[in-house]
Each structure stands twice: as C-alpha cells, then as structure tokens.
C-alpha cells in the first residue's frame, strides 16, 4: 500500500527558489495600484529578476511603478516615491496603459527594459555604456530579450 502525503504531490520548487517570494511580489506590487494586465505582466517580470535585483527595488522605497491612460486630456501624475538619504534619488518607472494591448514578449521586454533603467539608475553599466544598450543587456540576461523591431511594431499597433 502506497501513502501518499500531500505534499508527494506538489512538484519540489527549483533549488533557492522562495515560495513566498509570489506572493510577496504581489503584494509589494498591489500598492501601485497598476492596471491588472500590466500588474499580472510586471508581477512576472518581478519574479524573473535575479534576487540581488529584485531585492535592490523592492527593498527601496524611492522606487514607484505606475502606468497612465494616454490621450489628448490624460493628465499624468507621477507619484515619486520617497528617496531613502544615501540611495541616489527615487527611481520610477512610467508605464503607458495601451502597453496591455501588445503582445506578451513586447510587453514583458518592455518592462523588464524600464525595471532596469531603474536598477541602473538610468546609467550604463560602466563609464561611456549606452544606458539603452545596458538596459536592453539587462533585460535580455533576465530572460526578455527585445523582440525584432518588426514585431514591435506589430505589438504597437495591435488591438
Ligand atoms: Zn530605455
């Protein structure tokens, strides 16, 4: 006769990997009240990033996600977050709500693309990089490349 526990029937979670780690990313992103596509996309994202990464953003109360409708009267308000004395200034990143109608990669590539801006603090990695070029590196080693421009073009125009 074969027992079996609940627990033989989840999959065992990767090695290092922080089960709590969803959550946390969920709730920590709750608070920028982001569109739920764009939440459910950046939550993704967030859980890709390596945790030096994601520990340096979440970990840092300068740092505010936020997206806006774009349009003839949107009016946009960044909320800045407030900097902690010594961490170089608030970090935010813009999101436009028409990004939820691209498609998936773009999205995720984008995003990915913006969080590293913010980790670099709008930088390059190093003394003359391209702080485009670094963040697309970034977001690329993340696991989102920049898909073709082609498809990024589609991904724009897609309804
Ligand atoms: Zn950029």
Redesign the pocket.
């Known amino acids: 006769m074969i027992h079996l526990r609940f627990h033989d029937l989840i999959p065992p979670p990767p090695p290092g990997y922080d089960s709590g780690v969803v959550a946390l990313i969920d709730q920590w992103l709750s608070a920028f009240r982001l569109d739920d596509h764009l939440h459910t996309h950046a939550a993704h994202v967030i859980g890709e990033l390596p945790k030096a990464v994601r520990d340096d953003l979440m970990n840092d109360p300068g740092f505010v996600i936020c997206d806006y409708e774009p349009g003839p009267s949107a009016v946009m308000r960044v909320p800045m977050g407030v900097p902690r004395f010594g961490s170089g200034g608030s970090r935010s990143v813009v999101l436009k709500r028409t990004l939820r109608r691209a498609r998936r990669p773009f999205v995720r590539w984008l995003i990915a693309?913006e969080l590293a801006?913010a980790y670099l603090r709008n930088e390059g990695r190093w003394d003359g990089d391209d702080p485009?070029a670094a963040?697309d590196a970034l977001a690329a080693e993340w696991g989102f490349p920049r898909p073709p421009a082609r498809e990024a073009w589609a991904s724009l125009i897609a309804r």
């Open positions: 693309h801006h485009e963040a």
